[in-house]
């Protein structure tokens, strides 16, 4: 009886992934507004309404991985080690993210450049993509308000992580912009895409280092 609650949990993990296999697969292959959740439910063997019980959405599943990085992150951002800036509690946050096993799954490198080609043709995507982009954001930069309460007003702190996280989603649009089918991914790969991202960090650091410099106006 013990073991029940896990086989249960692994079948309806197999079952989205499955899901987001083959929406993937579609997208790629027929468009993002092309493919429907009746079709996507087909490919994965499952019904319509099982669709449903796992995502709201088709974008949902397009941008399946997006909550636990964001998860990680404001975890990341709340907490202030002994000595730390507010840059360099960025600049872990980057670094834990990029570390994770979400970010270096498989999933991520499938989803990634394929993502990156819907947003750039697809308005309605666009739209979908910024609006997590700022929600998420918005999110950071309280919590680094609230980690460093004594030094940032809200202006600066929304201004650092808009900073730091426009950085990184240039670094990641421009990687994967030029890969112009998904299945080439491969091109890009995990070791020279953390690398890159570390490039952009660093050239957001080198631009926050001047926000002690930055009093709130009066």
């Known amino acids: 009886m013990s073991t029940e609650p896990g086989l249960r949990e692994r079948k309806k993990e197999r079952t989205r992934a499955a899901l987001i296999e083959a929406?993937?697969?579609?997208?790629?292959r027929k468009g993002y507004d092309e493919t429907t959740v009746a079709e996507i439910a087909a490919a994965a063997d499952v019904s319509t309404r099982t669709f449903f019980s796992y995502f709201r959405t088709k974008e949902e599943v397009l941008f399946v991985?997006?909550?636990?990085r964001l998860r990680i992150a404001q975890a990341a951002v709340r907490q202030r080690l002994p000595g730390e800036r507010p840059v360099d509690v960025l600049t872990r946050t980057a670094q834990q993210v990029l570390t994770t096993d979400t970010f270096a799954s498989e999933l991520f490198v499938r989803l990634a450049p394929l993502r990156v080609?819907?947003?750039l043709g697809n308005p309605?995507?666009?739209?979908?993509?910024l609006r997590l982009?700022?929600?998420?954001?918005?999110?950071?930069?309280?919590?680094?308000?609230?980690?460093?309460?004594?030094?940032?007003?809200e202006v600066?702190?929304?201004?650092m992580v808009g900073a730091f996280i426009g950085a990184m989603v240039a670094v990641v649009m421009q990687l994967f912009a030029e890969v112009p089918d998904p299945e080439q991914a491969i091109l890009v790969d995990q070791d020279h895409l953390v690398a890159e991202l570390r490039r952009g960090m660093a050239v957001a650091v080198a631009g926050l280092a001047a926000v002690g410099d930055q009093p709130a106006p009066r």
Do not use: M, P, V
Not at 23 to 28: I, S, V, W
Not at 124 to 129: E, K, N, S, T, V
């Open 65 to 68: 991985d997006n909550a636990e």
């Open 124 to 129: 309605a995507l666009q739209g979908y993509a």
């Open 133 to 153: 982009l700022l929600s998420g954001q918005t999110e950071l930069a309280r919590g680094l308000h609230e980690t460093f309460a004594d030094e940032l007003d």
């Open 23 to 28: 929406a993937a697969d579609l997208f790629g």
């Open 156 to 159: 600066i702190a929304a201004a």
């Open 117 to 119: 080609r819907l947003i």
